[in-house]
Structures are given as structure tokens and as C-alpha cells.
């Protein structure tokens, strides 16, 4: 397995309260972890970054080789919980850190299959370069998202919605927190992509899958990053690849 990640500030905002994580657990098992911070620019960054340590520390100390589906699901969503229950509490205690919360999508791949589970508006998407196929894996937590479905507006109306930015999920927000699941096969050549909405928001998704054709993974995700920023770079951009 490749992995690969890249973040940046943007062309519109100060800071940068994205962070991710990625790594290897075991041979042929990495996990991927994105988040986009929120409360005001020092508390968002502290929210994403403990967020990310914490469900870090949790996948790697926790995962064992031979995990079922189910204590994989369950590993997943716990790590989630945990760094909800820290960033709740850090709220509690310090004034200053009122409000704050994140997003997260975290994803563990293995050669046959990728599990996910995330809160908020951060995406996992399965990309295959050579068949130029994109699925998007996770469901927006958002505003936009739930008119979308409810008939509201259409798909294309969310795309300039202007309340497109407000989620209805996030890590720290409130005392309990509930991840969605989803699990994948994967098969060899295919790419995983966890991204926060500042390059969902300035990219197509046949941007996405055409970025990658032909180039290391590396490049990949600098190459859609910097697109991103050619589209406005509105927002921070980060983009975290495992390639099976």
C-alpha cells in the first residue's frame, strides 16, 4: 500500500484548522484520519488535532491482526467517542474553549476492504484511476444535505446553498456523538480519499478521479489540492490517499 497526504492553508483564511493522520497499523493494514476544525481559528485547530491524536492512538494501540468486520465497526466508532468525550470536556473546563468542535472521517484499509466511520461533512471517497470510476462513501452530515433529501432543494441548488457550510454533526459539540459506518471491498489499484469540505467545495468529482490518472500518489493529492486553490480556495484544503 501508498500512502499520502496533503494540507493547506487556502487562499481565504488565516489558519489552518485541518489535521489528519495516516499510517501503518500492520503489513497491509493503514489507517487514514481527516479533520476540519471549528469555534474560532485557535479552538477549531485544537480540536482537530486532539481529535486526530486521539483516534490515532486508539486504531493503533486497539487493532489486531484477524479483527472481524464487527469489532472493526466498533474499534472505529469507539475512537470517535473517546475524542468526543475528551473534546467535550476540554470545553467544560476552559472557557476559552467554548463552542469548539470538529469533523472526522476515519477509514481503516485493508487489501480486501476499507471500514469508515465519520461525523459531519468530511468525505471518504473509493476512487479506481484506470476504470475512472468515484463513489462517494459517506453521507454529509450538513443542513444542505438533509433539504437534499428531503426534496427541499435539488443537488445542484446545494452546491451554492448558502447554508451549505453548517453541519448537524461534529466531535466535541455535545456530550454523546453518533458515527456513521460504512464497509468497502476494495480491489488492487484502487485509491481511498478522505478529504475536509475546502476541496469538496472547489472541486468536481470528475476533477478527483482525472487528477489521477497517470501520476504517483504523491502527486495525486498536490495536484488536487492545488486545483482546489485554482478554484477559489476558499476554505483550508486537506487530502489524506491510501492506495491498495
Given at each position: 500500500m501508498k500512502l499520502a497526504a496533503k494540507s493547506d492553508i487556502g487562499l481565504k483564511r488565516e489558519n489552518n484548522q485541518d489535521s489528519y493522520s495516516l499510517g501503518e497499523i500492520l503489513p497491509g493494514v493503514c489507517y487514514a484520519i481527516v479533520c476540519d476544525g471549528m469555534g474560532g481559528a485557535a479552538e477549531g485547530a485544537v480540536a482537530s488535532r486532539e481529535c486526530a491524536r486521539i483516534v490515532r492512538e486508539h486504531l493503533t494501540s486497539a487493532y489486531y491482526e484477524g479483527m472481524r468486520d464487527m469489532s472493526v465497526k466498533a474499534l472505529l466508532n469507539s475512537s470517535i467517542e473517546l475524542a468526543n468525550r475528551h473534546i467535550y470536556n476540554m470545553s467544560l473546563q476552559d472557557e476559552k474553549y467554548e463552542g469548539m468542535g470538529t469533523t472526522v472521517v476515519v477509514a481503516i484499509v485493508t487489501r480486501d476492504y476499507v471500514y469508515i466511520s465519520h461525523a459531519g461533512d468530511s468525505r471518504?471517497?473509493?476512487?479506481?484511476?484506470?476504470?475512472?470510476t468515484i463513489t462517494q462513501l459517506t453521507r454529509d452530515h450538513?443542513?444542505?444535505?438533509?433539504?437534499v433529501e428531503d426534496g427541499t432543494i435539488t443537488q445542484e441548488q446545494a452546491a451554492d446553498h448558502p447554508e451549505k457550510h453548517l453541519i448537524t454533526r461534529a466531535v466535541g459539540v455535545d456530550e454523546t456523538i453518533r458515527a456513521d459506518f460504512c464497509q468497502e471491498d476494495v480491489t488492487?489499484?484502487?485509491?481511498?480519499?478522505l478529504c475536509t469540505d475546502g476541496l469538496t467545495n472547489y472541486s468536481s468529482v470528475d476533477e478527483l478521479v482525472l487528477s489521477a490518472e497517470g501520476v504517483s500518489?504523491?502527486?495525486y493529492v498536490s495536484k488536487i489540492v492545488?486545483?482546489?486553490n485554482e478554484n477559489g480556495g476558499g476554505d483550508n484544503i486537506t487530502a489524506v490517499a491510501v492506495s491498495v
Open positions: 471518504a471517497y473509493l476512487l479506481n484511476p484506470s476504470m475512472h450538513s443542513v444542505v444535505q438533509r433539504m488492487e489499484g484502487d485509491i481511498i480519499l500518489l504523491e502527486d492545488e486545483k482546489a
